[in-house]
């Protein structure tokens, strides 16, 4: 069993970035497909990005392709997601979690973190 710690969210103004991190404890990550989904308040859960275990396939939401990047290293069981050019419409609570990439769009599968709230906000 994987279990997830997302840190880095925070406010921001419209335009500025953030860098959200996802730590996993117990097993290792290191053949596990792992994504980034987001919620925000009275909203249905949306996939964002998810990156396979061995980094050759990346997929992005159209809503934030070009503007958020997804990465991971395998050693430390970390994953990150450098977000730019952030939006209001950015605003929610990003977790990550294990992917199943069979659906489109990805869903999350297993347990997942208590997530980090993103605030994009003047």
């Known amino acids: 069993q994987v279990h997830f710690v997302e840190s880095g969210g925070g406010l921001v103004q419209p335009g500025g970035s953030l860098r959200l991190s996802c730590v996993a404890s117990g097993r290792s990550i290191e053949y596990v497909n792992i994504g980034w989904f987001r919620q925000a308040p009275g909203k249905e859960r949306e996939f964002v990005a998810v990156?396979?275990?061995?980094?050759?396939?990346?997929r992005y939401a159209a809503s934030v392709k070009g503007r958020f990047s997804i990465s991971r290293e395998n050693v430390k069981k970390t994953v990150y997601l450098q977000m730019n050019s952030l939006k209001p419409e950015d605003t929610a609570v990003y977790y990550c979690?294990?992917?199943?990439?069979?659906?489109?769009?990805?869903?999350?599968?297993?347990?997942r973190g208590q997530g980090t709230q993103v605030t994009v906000s003047s």
């Open positions: 990156m396979t275990w061995d980094g050759a396939n990346i």
């Open positions: 979690s294990k992917v199943d990439r069979s659906y489109s769009p990805p869903i999350p599968v297993g347990s």
